[in-house]
């Protein structure tokens, strides 16, 4: 897209990756970027004079003071550099004149690491780990199991979703959808069912719905108990997803086998934070990392080389598109 004069665009919570990236690809796109590693909030929104389209992580949540500080020195346009938008109001923005935008990115990084969690899961890889650290080689009293010989139930078939079975074809084991959006699909190369059903008959159940208001709590008590006694959960995509007091209730006792979850509700303020000399206030968190068969990584399966590039460039062409339509004034 050809510019006479280069568009700029204030880049907020950018680390050095990101940076790097930003300025690699910002000049053939005719854009000026203005990078900071600070978050966007009501204190740094002066950062944004002079640009009308700003470019955020997804890490820090924005509050509506912010969007008005952000209204106020100019802008018109956030692009998230996220799928989500779960730390926006973008409904709020909207009303007071600022248009929201997320991004996609390749979803083989998200997939690729949910298989890995799978799979140090079935194989029991924590407490294995914790055994060698400590110096003690000897097998685990418990055995692993094999893909090939379980039932995975994948919720939620977007992009990531989608990624997740074309991997899990090459393992052989049984694998069963849902999706409310796709609740009848005649001819489809994996059962669809409900999501009680799936429950029932799983293995191990791997999330990748979209947070709402409906899929809040979606694993609630009710269907964390319909599972199968030692079934296993993975969560590669909201903690909000799954009720986490029920869910460490449910691991304590040793009904369910285990779980591996790369999101958990409660990380924002901790996650991507250096808390080695901080108290942390996520009981549950705490909780679930002391157990042998939880396994918590921080929010960081979308994170490799290609999905930081795939980011950057189309948090830059969400601006660009937006200045091109000169949308709203």
């Known amino acids: 897209m050809p510019h006479s004069e280069k568009t700029r665009v204030t880049i907020y919570g950018c680390g050095p990756d990101e940076a790097a990236q930003f300025r690699e690809l910002a000049p053939g796109f005719g854009v000026l970027p203005v990078i900071t590693d600070a978050a966007v909030s009501e204190a740094t929104s002066e950062l944004a004079a002079g640009s009308r389209c700003v470019s955020i992580s997804h890490k820090t949540p924005v509050t509506h003071a912010t969007l008005r500080a952000l209204r106020a020195a100019g802008v018109r346009y956030v692009s998230t550099r996220s799928i989500g938008y779960n730390h926006i109001d973008v409904e709020y923005a909207a009303g007071i004149g600022v248009f929201v935008g997320n991004v996609s990115y390749s979803p083989d990084s998200v997939a690729d690491y949910t298989l890995m969690l799978m799979l140090m899961a079935v194989r029991g890889a924590k407490s294995i780990v914790r055994r060698t650290d400590a110096h003690d080689y000897r097998l685990s009293e418990v055995r692993g199991r094999e893909l090939r010989d379980l039932t995975v139930g994948v919720v939620g078939t977007g992009r990531i979703g989608v990624a997740v079975l074309d991997r899990l074809r090459g393992f052989g084991c049984r694998v069963l959808a849902h999706d409310t959006r796709l609740v009848d699909r005649p001819g489809a190369a994996v059962e669809y069912v409900p999501l009680d059903e799936l429950l029932r008959r799983s293995d191990l159940v ?84 002391e157990l042998p068969n939880a396994l918590i990584t921080p929010h960081t399966a979308y994170f490799t080389d290609r999905a930081l590039r795939d980011t950057v460039e189309n948090s830059l062409i969400n601006c660009l598109t937006f200045e091109s339509g000169n949308q709203h004034g």
Request: glycine fraction near 10%.
């Open 206 to 289: 791997t999330l990748h719905a979209r947070l709402t208001e409906e899929t809040h709590h979606l694993l609630n008590r009710r269907r964390l108990a319909r599972m199968k006694d030692g079934a296993l959960i993975v969560n590669t995509g909201r903690g909000g997803l799954i009720d986490t007091e029920a869910l460490v209730d449910e691991l304590e006792s040793g009904r369910l086998g285990g779980a591996a979850l790369d999101v958990v509700e409660g990380e924002e303020g901790v996650f991507y934070t250096d808390c080695r000399d901080k108290p942390i206030a996520s009981k549950a968190l705490l909780r679930l990392q």
